[in-house]
């Protein structure tokens, strides 16, 4: 489907969006440069945790699409922010990779594993979760810590399949605790589309969210007032765009749908 619609500001899914694992997805590269051309500003989102936003832009630069970090935002970034904003000082126990941790340790939060020392439990993507991690986040959230989480992405899309994502992460400490988690900041969190907003200096019905995820993607644009855009290059089937309460205003089989005339 062809958008003839042009908007002042796009923001872009990466991971079943722009690009497959280290692959660029059919179309990524021409469309992001017809719409720099265009003069609109572009920004790439990402729920996963696993790289900064430095890492991503030097990603995305190396498949061909020139990108400053500026113009990521991811959910560690946008958790590190909340974090900052709503428990500052407070010391952290994060069941997350060494990426996360290192951005929270580089924004001034102290680390323990002591239940008793912990005021906020963080859950995020983790491939390295063992029953060692499970019980100091068990102790911590029965001794009054407060529990958050960067996304609630029950998988990551990969060339092969997909990875369990913090959904499973999150799903254990609460089958645990029978705590549920309190906030969740990536996608489709307003904490996450504020932050976005904020990026692009534009007002949301100037923008359009464009990705393959129906319940994160479509579900944030939407709530936040923006047009959305599904591709189905990523975890959105036609079946499972059928059965789906949540509809895009456009579906779009490849990127370069966008800008076709």
């Given amino acids: 489907m062809a958008i003839k619609r042009r908007f002042s500001g796009y923001v872009f899914d990466l991971d079943g969006t722009i690009y497959l694992g280290d692959a660029l997805l059919p179309g990524a590269r021409s469309t992001v440069e017809t719409l720099r051309r265009a003069g609109a500003r572009v920004v790439?989102?990402?729920?996963?945790p696993l790289h900064s936003r430095s890492d991503y832009a030097a990603k995305l630069s190396r498949l061909g699409i020139p990108t400053t970090p500026d113009a990521v935002v991811n959910s560690s970034w946008v958790m590190n922010r909340w974090l900052t904003c709503e428990m500052p000082g407070?010391?952290?126990?994060?069941?997350?990779?060494?990426?996360?941790?290192?951005e929270l340790r580089e924004a001034g939060f102290?680390?323990?594993?002591?239940?008793?020392?912990?005021?906020?439990?963080?859950a995020s993507f983790d491939r390295t979760f063992d029953y060692h991690k499970l019980q100091?986040?068990?102790?911590?959230?029965?001794?009054?810590?407060?529990?958050?989480?960067?996304?609630?992405d029950r998988y990551c899309p990969t060339p092969g399949g997909g990875l369990p994502d913090a959904a499973a992460v999150i799903g254990a400490i609460e089958g645990c605790t029978g705590v549920p988690v309190e906030v969740v900041v990536g996608k489709p969190s307003p904490i996450t589309a504020r932050e976005i907003l904020a990026?692009?200096?534009?007002?949301?019905a100037e923008c359009l969210m464009i990705g393959d995820r129906l319940e994160?993607?479509?579900r944030m644009g939407q709530e936040a007032g923006m047009s959305t855009a599904v591709?189905?290059?990523?975890?959105?089937?036609?079946?499972?765009?059928?059965?789906?309460?949540?509809?895009p205003e456009f579906v779009l089989n490849r990127l370069d749908e966008l800008t076709a005339c």
């Fill in 136 to 152: 100091v986040a068990f102790d911590a959230i029965r001794a009054g810590a407060r529990f958050v989480a960067t996304n609630a």
């Fill in 231 to 247: 591709v189905l290059t990523g975890v959105t089937t036609l079946d499972l765009l059928a059965i789906s309460e949540v509809q």
């Fill in 44 to 48: 790439f989102l990402s729920n996963n």
């Fill in 199 to 204: 990026r692009l200096a534009l007002p949301a």
């Fill in 110 to 122: 102290d680390f323990s594993e002591q239940a008793g020392e912990i005021d906020v439990v963080v």
């Fill in 216 to 218: 994160t993607d479509v």
């Fill in 90 to 102: 407070a010391t952290l126990f994060v069941v997350g990779e060494p990426p996360l941790i290192a």
